[in-house]
Protein backbone atom coordinates (compact mmCIF):
# COMPACT_ATOMS: atom_id res chain seq x y z
CA UNK A 1 0.00 0.00 0.00
CA UNK A 2 1.37 3.63 -1.27
CA UNK A 3 1.67 5.81 1.84
CA UNK A 4 -0.47 8.92 1.67
CA UNK A 5 2.20 11.90 1.07
CA UNK A 6 2.26 14.42 3.68
CA UNK A 7 0.41 17.78 2.85
CA UNK A 8 3.23 20.31 1.69
CA UNK A 9 3.44 23.19 4.03
CA UNK A 10 5.48 26.71 3.77
CA UNK A 11 8.56 26.31 5.83
CA UNK A 12 9.95 30.11 6.52
CA UNK A 13 10.64 31.57 9.62
CA UNK A 14 7.93 33.75 11.77
CA UNK A 15 10.26 36.19 12.71
CA UNK A 16 13.35 37.67 12.05
CA UNK A 17 14.69 36.93 15.36
CA UNK A 18 14.12 33.02 14.89
CA UNK A 19 15.83 33.06 11.05
CA UNK A 20 19.07 31.70 10.38
CA UNK A 21 18.03 33.07 6.83
CA UNK A 22 15.40 35.18 4.70
CA UNK A 23 14.93 33.78 1.59
CA UNK A 24 12.78 35.85 -1.36
CA UNK A 25 11.93 33.36 -4.52
CA UNK A 26 12.17 34.96 -7.66
CA UNK A 27 10.98 33.58 -11.32
CA UNK A 28 12.40 34.46 -14.45
CA UNK A 29 11.99 33.33 -18.40
CA UNK A 30 15.73 32.90 -18.94
CA UNK A 31 15.12 30.01 -21.23
CA UNK A 32 11.86 31.74 -22.60
CA UNK A 33 11.96 32.09 -26.40
CA UNK A 34 13.02 35.96 -26.94
CA UNK A 35 12.98 36.72 -23.77
CA UNK A 36 16.29 36.27 -23.11
CA UNK A 37 17.46 40.24 -22.72
CA UNK A 38 14.29 40.95 -20.38
CA UNK A 39 15.28 38.29 -18.14
CA UNK A 40 19.37 39.34 -18.07
CA UNK A 41 17.99 42.65 -17.12
CA UNK A 42 15.60 41.17 -14.44
CA UNK A 43 18.26 39.12 -12.98
CA UNK A 44 20.84 42.21 -13.08
CA UNK A 45 17.81 44.13 -11.25
CA UNK A 46 17.67 41.65 -8.73
CA UNK A 47 21.77 41.16 -8.17
CA UNK A 48 21.99 44.90 -7.72
CA UNK A 49 19.81 45.13 -4.95
CA UNK A 50 20.80 41.91 -3.29
CA UNK A 51 24.47 43.35 -3.34
CA UNK A 52 23.09 46.33 -1.81
CA UNK A 53 21.45 44.13 1.08
CA UNK A 54 24.13 41.35 1.09
CA UNK A 55 26.15 43.85 3.85
CA UNK A 56 23.39 43.84 6.34
CA UNK A 57 20.91 42.11 5.33
CA UNK A 58 17.20 42.07 6.86
CA UNK A 59 17.82 44.04 10.10
CA UNK A 60 20.75 41.63 10.77
CA UNK A 61 19.28 38.54 9.32
CA UNK A 62 21.31 37.24 6.32
CA UNK A 63 19.79 37.31 2.70
CA UNK A 64 19.28 34.54 0.26
CA UNK A 65 17.84 35.00 -3.58
CA UNK A 66 16.91 31.94 -4.99
CA UNK A 67 16.07 32.56 -8.72
CA UNK A 68 14.46 29.88 -10.91
CA UNK A 69 14.44 29.86 -14.49
CA UNK A 70 10.60 28.64 -15.75
CA UNK A 71 11.03 29.62 -19.04
CA UNK A 72 7.55 31.56 -19.03
CA UNK A 73 5.97 28.02 -18.83
CA UNK A 74 2.61 28.25 -16.64
CA UNK A 75 2.65 24.86 -15.27
CA UNK A 76 6.42 24.88 -14.84
CA UNK A 77 5.86 28.28 -13.59
CA UNK A 78 3.11 27.26 -10.64
CA UNK A 79 5.56 24.02 -10.05
CA UNK A 80 8.33 26.85 -9.40
CA UNK A 81 6.58 29.13 -6.94
CA UNK A 82 5.58 25.59 -4.95
CA UNK A 83 8.96 24.32 -4.63
CA UNK A 84 10.40 27.82 -3.74
CA UNK A 85 7.95 28.11 -0.91
CA UNK A 86 8.03 24.47 0.36
CA UNK A 87 11.63 23.79 0.21
CA UNK A 88 13.49 27.05 -0.34
CA UNK A 89 11.43 28.46 2.18
CA UNK A 90 10.57 31.51 0.83
CA UNK A 91 8.90 34.70 2.48
CA UNK A 92 7.56 35.93 -0.83
CA UNK A 93 8.34 35.97 -4.50
CA UNK A 94 9.24 38.53 -6.85
CA UNK A 95 7.56 37.38 -10.49
CA UNK A 96 9.23 38.23 -14.16
CA UNK A 97 6.86 36.46 -16.28
CA UNK A 98 3.90 36.98 -19.20
CA UNK A 99 0.59 36.94 -18.29
CA UNK A 100 -0.56 33.54 -18.37
CA UNK A 101 2.65 32.45 -16.22
CA UNK A 102 2.21 35.33 -13.56
CA UNK A 103 -1.54 34.18 -13.10
CA UNK A 104 -0.42 30.16 -12.69
CA UNK A 105 2.18 31.55 -9.92
CA UNK A 106 -0.60 33.77 -8.17
CA UNK A 107 -2.97 30.94 -7.74
CA UNK A 108 -0.60 28.77 -5.68
CA UNK A 109 1.10 31.94 -3.73
CA UNK A 110 -2.71 32.36 -2.67
CA UNK A 111 -2.87 29.08 -1.43
CA UNK A 112 -0.07 29.62 0.96
CA UNK A 113 -0.55 33.00 2.18
CA UNK A 114 2.69 34.67 0.32
CA UNK A 115 2.91 37.52 -0.76
CA UNK A 116 4.36 38.08 -4.82
CA UNK A 117 5.12 41.30 -6.70
CA UNK A 118 4.85 41.48 -10.34
CA UNK A 119 7.69 43.10 -12.24
CA UNK A 120 6.35 42.47 -15.84
CA UNK A 121 2.82 40.87 -16.44
CA UNK A 122 0.54 43.61 -17.63
CA UNK A 123 -2.91 42.42 -18.35
CA UNK A 124 -5.08 44.44 -15.84
CA UNK A 125 -7.19 41.25 -15.25
CA UNK A 126 -4.52 40.43 -12.70
CA UNK A 127 -5.44 42.86 -10.27
CA UNK A 128 -8.86 43.31 -11.02
CA UNK A 129 -9.94 40.96 -8.93
CA UNK A 130 -8.71 41.88 -6.33
CA UNK A 131 -6.20 39.15 -5.01
CA UNK A 132 -5.00 40.22 -0.91
CA UNK A 133 -1.59 38.66 -1.63
CA UNK A 134 -0.42 40.30 -5.12
CA UNK A 135 1.09 43.66 -5.98
CA UNK A 136 2.19 44.81 -9.10
CA UNK A 137 4.90 47.29 -10.08
CA UNK A 138 4.96 46.92 -13.84
CA UNK A 139 2.65 49.24 -15.11
CA UNK A 140 -0.59 48.21 -16.55
CA UNK A 141 -1.51 47.51 -20.11
CA UNK A 142 -4.28 50.68 -19.99
CA UNK A 143 -1.63 52.94 -18.43
CA UNK A 144 1.05 52.90 -21.44
CA UNK A 145 -1.83 52.35 -23.66
CA UNK A 146 -3.13 55.69 -22.70
CA UNK A 147 0.00 57.15 -23.02
CA UNK A 148 -0.10 59.34 -26.10
CA UNK A 149 -3.43 60.40 -25.59
CA UNK A 150 -3.19 61.49 -22.32
CA UNK A 151 0.04 63.46 -22.90
CA UNK A 152 -1.72 65.25 -25.68
CA UNK A 153 -4.34 65.80 -24.28
CA UNK A 154 -2.73 67.62 -20.95
CA UNK A 155 -0.35 69.99 -24.17
CA UNK A 156 -3.92 70.89 -25.19
CA UNK A 157 -4.48 72.94 -28.15
CA UNK A 158 -0.72 73.60 -29.20
CA UNK A 159 -0.95 75.05 -32.61
CA UNK A 160 -4.70 77.29 -31.67
CA UNK A 161 -6.90 76.11 -33.81
CA UNK A 162 -9.42 75.05 -31.97
CA UNK A 163 -8.88 71.50 -32.72
CA UNK A 164 -6.66 68.70 -30.86
CA UNK A 165 -5.97 66.23 -33.10
CA UNK A 166 -2.78 63.86 -34.06
CA UNK A 167 -1.80 61.70 -36.10
CA UNK A 168 -0.24 58.16 -35.62
CA UNK A 169 2.48 56.86 -38.42
CA UNK A 170 2.81 53.27 -37.93
CA UNK A 171 4.46 50.82 -39.56
CA UNK A 172 3.14 47.40 -40.96
CA UNK A 173 3.72 44.96 -38.46
CA UNK A 174 2.54 43.04 -35.54
CA UNK A 175 4.23 45.70 -32.84
CA UNK A 176 2.61 49.21 -35.12
CA UNK A 177 -0.60 47.09 -34.97
CA UNK A 178 -0.58 46.64 -31.26
CA UNK A 179 -0.19 50.21 -30.63
CA UNK A 180 -2.70 50.97 -32.78
CA UNK A 181 -5.08 48.48 -31.14
CA UNK A 182 -4.22 49.59 -27.65
CA UNK A 183 -4.14 53.41 -27.94
CA UNK A 184 -6.57 54.27 -30.80
CA UNK A 185 -9.42 54.12 -28.42
CA UNK A 186 -7.76 56.43 -26.12
CA UNK A 187 -7.50 59.42 -28.09
CA UNK A 188 -11.45 59.02 -28.36
CA UNK A 189 -11.78 59.08 -24.77
CA UNK A 190 -9.74 62.34 -24.04
CA UNK A 191 -12.13 64.05 -26.47
CA UNK A 192 -9.13 63.89 -29.04
CA UNK A 193 -9.19 63.91 -33.11
CA UNK A 194 -6.59 60.84 -34.44
CA UNK A 195 -5.70 59.81 -38.27
CA UNK A 196 -3.84 56.53 -38.75
CA UNK A 197 -1.19 56.14 -41.53
CA UNK A 198 -0.10 53.01 -42.18
CA UNK A 199 3.77 52.48 -43.98
CA UNK A 200 5.50 49.49 -44.88
CA UNK A 201 9.30 48.85 -44.18
CA UNK A 202 11.79 48.87 -45.05
CA UNK A 203 12.18 52.69 -46.17
CA UNK A 204 14.63 55.50 -45.75
CA UNK A 205 12.81 58.15 -47.90
CA UNK A 206 9.47 59.15 -46.88
CA UNK A 207 8.54 61.78 -49.40
CA UNK A 208 5.57 60.41 -49.88
CA UNK A 209 4.24 59.82 -46.36
CA UNK A 210 5.78 63.82 -45.86
CA UNK A 211 3.48 64.97 -48.90
CA UNK A 212 0.57 63.04 -47.17
CA UNK A 213 1.23 65.57 -44.40
CA UNK A 214 1.60 68.80 -45.84
CA UNK A 215 -1.60 67.43 -48.09
CA UNK A 216 -3.92 67.85 -44.89
CA UNK A 217 -6.41 70.50 -44.68
CA UNK A 218 -5.87 70.98 -41.10
CA UNK A 219 -2.16 70.61 -39.45
CA UNK A 220 -1.85 68.20 -36.47
CA UNK A 221 -1.09 69.26 -32.97
CA UNK A 222 1.30 66.16 -32.96
CA UNK A 223 3.09 63.44 -35.40
CA UNK A 224 3.73 60.01 -33.24
CA UNK A 225 6.28 58.33 -34.86
CA UNK A 226 5.53 54.57 -34.56
CA UNK A 227 8.20 52.83 -36.36
CA UNK A 228 11.38 50.56 -35.47
CA UNK A 229 15.50 50.71 -36.00
CA UNK A 230 16.50 53.57 -37.68
CA UNK A 231 13.92 54.37 -39.91
CA UNK A 232 12.25 55.87 -36.84
CA UNK A 233 14.81 58.64 -37.13
CA UNK A 234 15.04 58.65 -40.39
CA UNK A 235 11.03 60.00 -40.73
CA UNK A 236 11.85 62.25 -37.55
CA UNK A 237 14.53 64.12 -39.26
CA UNK A 238 13.01 64.35 -42.61
CA UNK A 239 9.61 65.51 -41.06
CA UNK A 240 11.50 68.00 -39.26
CA UNK A 241 13.24 69.07 -43.35
CA UNK A 242 10.34 69.64 -44.79
CA UNK A 243 8.86 71.98 -41.76
CA UNK A 244 6.34 69.93 -39.72
CA UNK A 245 8.21 70.86 -36.92
CA UNK A 246 7.41 72.67 -33.05
CA UNK A 247 7.83 76.06 -34.74
CA UNK A 248 5.24 75.33 -37.68
CA UNK A 249 2.81 74.20 -35.05
CA UNK A 250 3.17 70.74 -34.85
CA UNK A 251 4.65 68.88 -32.20
CA UNK A 252 7.17 65.34 -33.56
CA UNK A 253 6.76 62.36 -31.05
CA UNK A 254 8.92 59.54 -31.35
CA UNK A 255 7.95 56.41 -29.82
CA UNK A 256 10.95 54.38 -30.81
CA UNK A 257 13.69 53.13 -28.49
CA UNK A 258 16.38 53.74 -31.41
CA UNK A 259 15.51 57.52 -30.74
CA UNK A 260 17.65 56.81 -27.46
CA UNK A 261 20.00 54.72 -28.68
CA UNK A 262 23.86 55.40 -27.36
CA UNK A 263 24.65 53.70 -30.40
CA UNK A 264 21.68 56.21 -32.97
CA UNK A 265 23.32 59.20 -31.20
CA UNK A 266 24.93 60.36 -34.34
CA UNK A 267 21.59 60.85 -35.68
CA UNK A 268 20.13 61.81 -32.35
CA UNK A 269 22.01 64.81 -32.13
CA UNK A 270 20.07 65.81 -35.42
CA UNK A 271 16.76 66.14 -34.25
CA UNK A 272 16.03 69.31 -34.05
CA UNK A 273 14.91 71.48 -29.97
CA UNK A 274 11.17 70.63 -29.35
CA UNK A 275 11.97 66.49 -30.26
CA UNK A 276 9.54 64.41 -28.19
CA UNK A 277 10.41 61.30 -27.63
CA UNK A 278 8.89 58.61 -25.51
CA UNK A 279 10.61 56.54 -22.29
CA UNK A 280 9.42 53.25 -20.17
CA UNK A 281 11.48 53.64 -17.30
CA UNK A 282 13.27 56.44 -15.37
CA UNK A 283 15.73 58.79 -16.91
CA UNK A 284 18.68 60.57 -15.48
CA UNK A 285 17.98 64.07 -15.35
CA UNK A 286 15.04 63.06 -12.85
CA UNK A 287 16.24 59.77 -11.25
CA UNK A 288 16.37 59.86 -7.44
CA UNK A 289 20.22 58.98 -6.31
CA UNK A 290 19.55 55.34 -5.87
CA UNK A 291 18.53 55.54 -9.86
CA UNK A 292 21.47 57.56 -10.99
CA UNK A 293 23.74 55.05 -9.38
CA UNK A 294 21.85 51.84 -11.34
CA UNK A 295 22.08 53.97 -14.34
CA UNK A 296 26.40 54.38 -13.62
CA UNK A 297 26.74 51.14 -12.98
CA UNK A 298 24.62 49.44 -15.74
CA UNK A 299 26.34 52.12 -18.02
CA UNK A 300 29.83 50.95 -16.80
CA UNK A 301 29.23 47.68 -18.99
CA UNK A 302 28.58 50.28 -22.78
CA UNK A 303 25.56 48.53 -22.51
CA UNK A 304 22.15 50.92 -23.56
CA UNK A 305 19.94 53.03 -21.05
CA UNK A 306 18.24 50.62 -18.50
CA UNK A 307 15.27 49.68 -19.48
CA UNK A 308 12.28 49.48 -17.16
CA UNK A 309 12.94 46.16 -15.73
CA UNK A 310 16.14 46.86 -14.48
CA UNK A 311 14.68 49.23 -12.14
CA UNK A 312 11.52 47.36 -11.20
CA UNK A 313 13.68 44.22 -10.54
CA UNK A 314 15.75 45.97 -8.46
CA UNK A 315 13.26 47.55 -6.21
CA UNK A 316 10.97 44.66 -5.57
CA UNK A 317 13.43 43.35 -3.93
CA UNK A 318 14.22 46.60 -2.00
CA UNK A 319 10.72 47.08 -1.09
CA UNK A 320 10.13 43.83 0.40
CA UNK A 321 13.25 44.27 2.23
CA UNK A 322 11.76 47.28 3.75
CA UNK A 323 8.02 45.57 4.54
CA UNK A 324 10.17 43.19 6.50
CA UNK A 325 11.62 45.17 8.72
CA UNK A 326 8.60 47.16 9.59
CA UNK A 327 6.05 43.82 10.06
CA UNK A 328 5.87 42.42 12.94
CA UNK A 329 6.18 38.94 11.97
CA UNK A 330 7.26 37.37 8.30
CA UNK A 331 3.56 35.55 8.40
CA UNK A 332 1.93 36.32 5.05
CA UNK A 333 -0.77 38.27 6.18
CA UNK A 334 1.92 40.92 8.27
CA UNK A 335 4.02 40.82 4.90
CA UNK A 336 0.88 41.70 3.07
CA UNK A 337 -0.15 44.59 5.35
CA UNK A 338 3.11 46.27 5.21
CA UNK A 339 3.78 46.07 1.41
CA UNK A 340 -0.23 48.24 1.75
CA UNK A 341 1.68 50.70 3.79
CA UNK A 342 4.81 51.07 1.45
CA UNK A 343 6.34 54.80 1.07
CA UNK A 344 9.51 54.67 0.30
CA UNK A 345 11.59 55.92 -2.13
CA UNK A 346 13.74 53.76 -4.28
CA UNK A 347 15.28 53.53 -7.96
CA UNK A 348 12.59 53.99 -10.20
CA UNK A 349 10.94 56.56 -8.16
CA UNK A 350 8.36 56.60 -4.34
CA UNK A 351 6.22 53.51 -3.98
CA UNK A 352 2.88 53.64 -2.56
CA UNK A 353 0.49 51.34 -3.46
CA UNK A 354 -2.93 53.85 -3.15
CA UNK A 355 -5.48 51.40 -3.30
CA UNK A 356 -5.77 48.19 -1.04
CA UNK A 357 -7.52 46.81 1.59
CA UNK A 358 -8.67 49.86 3.34
CA UNK A 359 -9.34 51.49 0.27
CA UNK A 360 -10.19 49.44 -3.06
CA UNK A 361 -10.79 50.85 -5.87
CA UNK A 362 -14.05 51.17 -7.02
CA UNK A 363 -14.15 50.88 -10.86
CA UNK A 364 -15.27 54.72 -11.29
CA UNK A 365 -12.62 57.09 -10.11
CA UNK A 366 -10.64 54.41 -9.62
CA UNK A 367 -10.04 51.89 -11.92
CA UNK A 368 -10.58 48.11 -10.55
CA UNK A 369 -6.94 47.44 -11.72
CA UNK A 370 -5.67 49.47 -9.30
CA UNK A 371 -5.77 47.23 -6.82
CA UNK A 372 -1.96 46.84 -5.11
CA UNK A 373 -1.11 48.81 -8.57
CA UNK A 374 1.59 51.15 -8.70
CA UNK A 375 0.11 54.09 -9.98
CA UNK A 376 2.61 56.16 -10.86
CA UNK A 377 6.00 54.40 -12.38
CA UNK A 378 8.03 56.56 -15.23
CA UNK A 379 6.01 56.75 -17.98
CA UNK A 380 7.64 59.68 -19.76
CA UNK A 381 7.68 62.16 -22.45
CA UNK A 382 11.32 63.64 -22.52
CA UNK A 383 12.01 66.57 -25.00
CA UNK A 384 15.12 67.92 -26.79
CA UNK A 385 15.30 71.40 -25.52
CA UNK A 386 18.74 72.65 -27.48
CA UNK A 387 20.09 71.01 -30.44
CA UNK A 388 23.04 68.65 -29.60
CA UNK A 389 21.99 67.88 -26.14
CA UNK A 390 23.33 65.16 -24.36
CA UNK A 391 20.59 62.78 -23.87
CA UNK A 392 20.67 62.24 -20.24
CA UNK A 393 20.14 66.00 -19.87
CA UNK A 394 16.74 65.93 -21.37
CA UNK A 395 13.99 66.77 -19.33
CA UNK A 396 10.46 65.18 -18.79
CA UNK A 397 7.81 67.15 -19.61
CA UNK A 398 5.44 64.81 -18.90
CA UNK A 399 3.65 63.54 -16.54
CA UNK A 400 2.78 65.84 -13.83
CA UNK A 401 4.98 63.94 -11.15
CA UNK A 402 7.95 63.98 -13.32
CA UNK A 403 7.84 66.57 -14.84
CA UNK A 404 11.03 68.52 -15.54
CA UNK A 405 10.37 71.17 -17.42
CA UNK A 406 7.01 73.34 -18.81
CA UNK A 407 4.69 71.26 -21.05
CA UNK A 408 5.55 72.51 -24.50
CA UNK A 409 3.79 75.51 -26.16
CA UNK A 410 3.75 76.89 -29.39
CA UNK A 411 6.14 79.96 -29.85
Known amino acids: MTPTPAPTQPCSPDTLTAANEVVVGALLPLAAPG ?33 LDSADDPVRSAQQAEELIVKECAAALI ?77 NSAAGDLFVEQ ?22 DFSPEIARLLAMPEIPDAVFIVIGADSALDLHQQLYDAGIRPEKGTLVVNQSRRALDPGAFGLHYQLGAGSVIARRGPWPSIAPEMGRQLFDRYRQNGLAWPEMSVFLAHDSLLLLADAMQRAPTLRGDDLIAAL ?72
Open 35 to 67: AWMRSANMQMGLNLAFERLNSTGILGTPLRLAI
Open 95 to 171: VGLGDASTAAVAEVTARFGKPMIVIDAAAPQLTESMPQNLFRLAPASPMVASMPASWLADVGDYNRDGVVRAVVIAE
Open 183 to 204: TGEWFGRFGLEAVIHRIDLPMT
Open 340 to 411: ESSDIELAAGRYTFLFGAAQPPNGENAPTYAWHQWMTPPLLYLMITEAGQPPASMPAIWPEQYRSAPKPTMP
